[in-house]
């Protein structure tokens, strides 16, 4: 019997049947959770460099609802963006360290 590990929920499961690909998840609402997440970095990354953008090109000396400065409001917009870079990053290292998924 072959023992394999689940990509999303790191769960060990046994490889239910022997032919076509090795199987990447123990269940499809696993495969499921997983393809939503990625897409919920993407667009929690694509907003953020909205804002990022915006808030570059449009200078004001303003504070937001939260009584930040502008300088205050892109520097919390870069921890984000490096915050939903590195989870992106960890997504896509599982996928490298498994070619099958
Ligand atoms: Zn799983």
């Not at 460099?49 to 205050?72: A, E, I, M, V």
Request: aromatic content about 6%; glycine content about 4%; some cysteine.
């Amino acid at each position: 019997m072959e023992n394999l590990t689940c990509l999303y929920c790191s769960k060990p499961f046994e490889r239910p049947v022997k032919t076509g690909r090795i199987p990447d998840y123990c269940s499809p609402g696993c495969r499921r959770l997983r393809e939503f997440k990625v897409r919920a970095i993407k667009t929690r990354l694509q907003q953020l460099w909205d804002r990022f953008s915006r808030l570059k090109h449009n200078p004001s000396p303003f504070k937001d609802t939260n009584g930040r400065t502008q300088n205050q409001q892109i520097g919390d917009l870069e921890r984000e963006i490096r915050d939903s870079e590195a989870a992106a990053a960890k997504l896509l290292s599982d996928l490298d360290t498994n070619p099958e998924a």
